[in-house]
T-cell receptor
Framework: DTGVSQDPRHKITKRGQNVTFRCDPI?????LYWYRQTLGQGPEFLTY????????KSRLLSDRFSAERPKGSFSTLEIQRTEQGDSAMYLC?????????????FGNGTRLTVT | AQKVTQAQTEISVVEKEDVTLDCVYE???????LFWYKQPPSGELVFLIR??????QNEISGRYSWNFQKSTSSFNFTITASQVVDSAVYFC?????????FGTGTRLQVFP
């Protein structure tokens, strides 16, 4: 068990470009979450999956954002036509749905800078 | 609406002092969970504790202790005999709809 892994750790992109982040959860975890954290704030929920099904999306997740978890294992978060306001830390977390409210285990995050 | 308030933005203490981090939450649900997470400078959020709404027993784990009071909707966190390694941002969070709602965090700086 190597924990939740996110790639890349840092991404610098120009406004208008598309970016994609990857998250590999803890192997036995069936739930996967995406959060966004800006400086001085707590993480904000974006979306989550149970296995391959996307169960909820926040209103923060505009049409430019899309997340997938095609085989119920790793997940990708894509941002199209990036804007400067998208600059943030994108955090992935996983948990096990064998009991209610099991703790989320977070990865180190992907820091996105849009110039 | 669900909300978590951490009124203390930043706290500085000298090593070996005790420090309490405050957390106040709002929810209309009767069943919910409260969490504390630590975010050291490396950035990874580390789970510290989970408490469900039906369990108001205080908990102690080493130098850490938590005081949950439903009457005041508070879930405070105390570090006894603080150490430099405790320096981090600490987040309180509420979960009652399959997702965590975080407070804005309290940055704790422990000086030697």
């Amino acid at each position: 068990d190597t924990g939740v892994s996110q790639d890349p750790r840092h991404k610098i992109t120009k406004r208008g470009q598309n970016v994609t982040f990857r998250c590999d959860p803890i192997s036995e975890h069936n739930r996967l979450y995406w959060y966004r954290q800006t400086l001085g704030q707590g993480p904000e929920f974006l979306t989550y999956f149970q296995n391959e099904a996307q169960l909820e999306k926040s209103r923060l997740l505009s049409d430019r954002f899309s997340a997938e978890r095609p085989k119920g294992s790793f997940s990708t978060l894509e941002i199209q036509r990036t804007e400067q306001g998208d600059s943030a830390m994108y955090l992935c977390a996983s948990s096990s749905w064998t009991e209610d409210y099991s703790p989320l285990h977070f990865g180190n995050g992907t820091r996105l800078t849009v110039t | 609406a669900q909300k978590v308030t951490q009124a203390q933005t930043e706290i500085s203490v000298v090593e070996k002092e005790d420090v309490t981090l405050d957390c106040v939450y709002e929810t209309r649900d009767t069943t919910y969970y409260l969490f504390w997470y630590k975010q050291p400078p490396s950035g990874e959020l580390v789970f510290l504790i989970r408490r469900n709404s039906f369990d108001e027993q205080n908990e102690i784990s080493g130098r850490y202790s938590w005081n949950f009071q439903k009457s005041t909707s508070s879930f405070n966190f105390t570090i006894t005999a603080s150490q430099v390694v405790d320096s981090a941002v600490y987040f309180c969070a509420l979960d009652n709809t399959d997702k965590l709602i975080f407070g804005t965090g309290t940055r704790l700086q422990v000086f030697p």
